[in-house]
């Protein structure tokens, strides 16, 4: 399969997609071919879909199908900006998402990596 003829497949199946959605198991078994020569798997194909203007196939998931990492570092921000930006690390710990679980070690290993987060003494302090 040429590249030109995969674009217009895809093409075709976007057409398609839009006219009358289905699931990302229905599209990858009705085009096996295609997603072996792009070598894409059924959970990339998904990805694919759900990367398309207007997917209302979206509509039939409510919830993720994959467990969901939440943003440790956003979540550090947003409580440093609520205790005024500056928090000691045993606290910080304490006050993580549910499900979460993290040492100091770690927690000050993303402050190094992170623009807003830095590490002072027993501190986390948010840097504006």
């Known amino acids: 399969m040429t ?6 497949s895809l093409e ?7 006219a009358a ?6 599209v990858f078994n009705e085009h ?7 070598g894409f798997s059924q959970s990339q194909v998904s990805l694919w879909l759900a990367s398309l203007p207007q997917s209302n196939h979206l509509k039939e998931f409510t919830t993720a199908t994959y ?4 943003d440790v570092a956003a979540h550090l ?10 928090m000691p690390l045993a606290q910080v710990l ?7 679980t993290t040492s100091e070690q770690q927690i ?3 402050a190094l990596k992170h623009a807003q987060l830095e590490i002072k003494g027993p501190l986390l302090v948010l840097i504006n």
């Open 67 to 70: 467990p969901v990492t939440p």
């Open 77 to 86: 921000v947003s409580l440093l900006q609520q205790a005024g930006g500056r």
């Open 32 to 38: 096996q071919t295609l997603w072996q020569t792009l």
């Open 3 to 8: 590249h030109e003829n995969q674009r217009q």
């Open 108 to 110: 000050r290993k993303l």
């Open 94 to 100: 304490k006050k993580l998402p549910a499900g979460v």
């Open 21 to 26: 959605p289905r699931s990302a198991a229905v």
């Open 12 to 18: 075709q199946l976007i057409t398609q997609q839009t």
